[in-house]
């Protein structure tokens, strides 16, 4: 048995973290998120609701907050199908070269944010790698402007980032599936698709989960690609958020808006949680 | 067939034509290393075969071969005149039980057990019938709707059988099954083993290490060693007519009399019998429980060669019951073990004997 100072000991550094920098800076952030600015800049703490409902009201952080999550959808989709098939050939096919593979997908990961935002700024310019190309091909005659500042273009820049995010934890479920599960599929006769579909797939399905989990929380509250690559049309909630709490000074509102964040990404935790231990329990 | 099987087919010999399985000359490499340097092994339809050896030994290697999970690099495979090894793994009428059961952790007992109908697309209708007619054979009807990992290790097995044989294979293929479980478990499920294959009437390959159990289960027992059949025989055929030291070692314990023998007399340090083998050294395989005690008169009388008489120091006596074992110093370092039914506490020299007919002659191993 563990004593009480040992018990202790273990568990206050956890409680004091998730306490200091967790539970204080939201019950801090559920304040503001009541209160309001006064007509001098100031922020007056008389309790109301008018942040909420300029929220409900005001179309423009709606239609942002749905573009956001489109666009977090959609980031989810591509990522699932980039790294799906890359965790799956990892896992079974690369035999020697696995370290190998595995490594060079990680290692993007180890490079700034930063610097593969400008990458694909580079990329997709007016004057840029691929305009460039483009032009020498005679494909097109003048640059292309739509690649860059664009939801089209954060949703790429966003994909290639969080490609690796989903990439792990679906590595990681497919190295836990039995190989003589599969030895045993085929050997009660069913083809390697049916393999498949009827063991693989269900056995990676809490992977999937985790990665789409990943790129769907993290590609929602990002700020920094829209800035990049975004543009004004793409825009993301967080960039809202951000100038909120900056240049319109207006921490109130901004903290309701994180807030409704807050709610949609832990109610979203809470659903694949559910699906997750539905999965694992049968 | 095309033309470049039967080719193959007229070089090596003919397989019996009662025989279901056929296996000629199967080669099969892991890089440089030879797992199966050349086996040929015949089964009977309804046959129970076992396969012994040790670990690395090559027997799992040939059962994935039957199964079709490696591919041979030399030889050739056939069921019931047809080649078996050129039919991808999926399409052969085989069924595997895995060494750890491999039941597919997501899927309920049915499920696990209807996969390969489904997978081979039976009528949905007798589906459900086929099913539970399986896992009543296996006893496990009331577990259908369980999660395999609350299953008890013995369950387990039971449903990885069912699984195997709801698909009516040809040959049931089975990787060192008990393995994982405890010693009463073990001959339990022997035990069900054996009569389920009686009942079902199929033919079981069955691998394993353990000595004991191919003798309580097979009709035969095929012996590998690194990668060559050492003995193929039925149990009582392989432990009383061992054909090598090897086996003779294997299966059971032994001495081995490494013996010199001249004018039909062998001669092992001071013990001699009569012997039927032409002059020259010889080794011959002598179980323990043919040693007897003798009369201690007996030594004196004229010697007859039919008995072999010998006197020895008793240097151990360990108590087993019904038998105990004997360790017995006869001079110049001949050790003997003798398993002898209630002899009481012995000390000292003691007079043995045993017939010149126990002593089997045995082909010395060839170490590599």
Known sequence: ??????????????????????????????????????AFQAIVHNWNLQNYLQLMRNPIYLSVLFRSMRIAGAVTVLALLLGYPLAYYVSFHAAKRKDLLYQLVIIPLWASYLVRGYAWKTILGSEGVLNGFLQYMHITHHPVEFFLYSPFAVVLTLTHIYTPFTFLPIFASLE???????????????????????????????????????????????????????????????????????????????AAISLCMLLIVVGLLMVTERIERRLTLS | MSSPVTQDARQSPPAPPDALLSIRNVVKQFGRRSVLRGISLDVAPGEFLTILGESGSGKTTLLRLIAGFEQLDRGEIWMAGE????????????????????????????????????????PTGEIPERVMNALDMVKMREFAQSAPARLSGGQQQRVALARALVNRPRVLLLDEPHSALDANLRRQMQTELKSLQREVGITFIFVTHDQEEAMALSDRIALLRAGLLEQVAEPRQIYSRPSTDYVAQFIGQTNLLLAEVSDGIAHAGAIIWRSFAPSGKVTYSLRPECIRLASPGALAESPDVATARFRGRIRNQTFGGAMDLLEIDCGNSQILRARIPAPGLLSGEQAFEFSASDAIRVRPGNED
């Open chain 1, 1 to 38: 048995m563990y004593t009480r100072a040992y018990k202790a000991s273990v568990a206050i550094p956890p409680l004091l973290w998730v306490t200091v920098f967790l539970l204080v800076p939201y019950a801090i952030l559920f304040c503001y998120s009541f209160w309001s600015v006064s």
């Open chain 1, 176 to 254: 836990h599936v039995p190989r003589n599960l599969i030895e045993a599929s085929h050997d009660l006769g069913a083809s390697p698709w049916a393999t498949f579909r009827r063991i693989v797939l269900p056995l990676s399905l809490p992977g999937i989960l985790a990665g789409a989990t990943f790129a769907f929380v993290l590609t929602l509250g990002d700020f920094l690609a829209p800035l990049l690559v975004g543009g004004p049309s793409g825009i993301m909630i967080s960039n809202i958020v951000v100038s909120l709490f900056g240049a319109a000074y207006n921490w109130p509102l901004g």
């Open chain 2, 83 to 122: 080649r078996l090894d050129n039919v991808p793994h999926h399409r052969r009428p085989v069924n595997t039980v895995f060494q750890s059961y491999a039941l597919f952790p997501h899927l309920s007992v049915f499920e696990n057990v209807a996969y390969g109908l489904r997978a081979k697309r039976a």
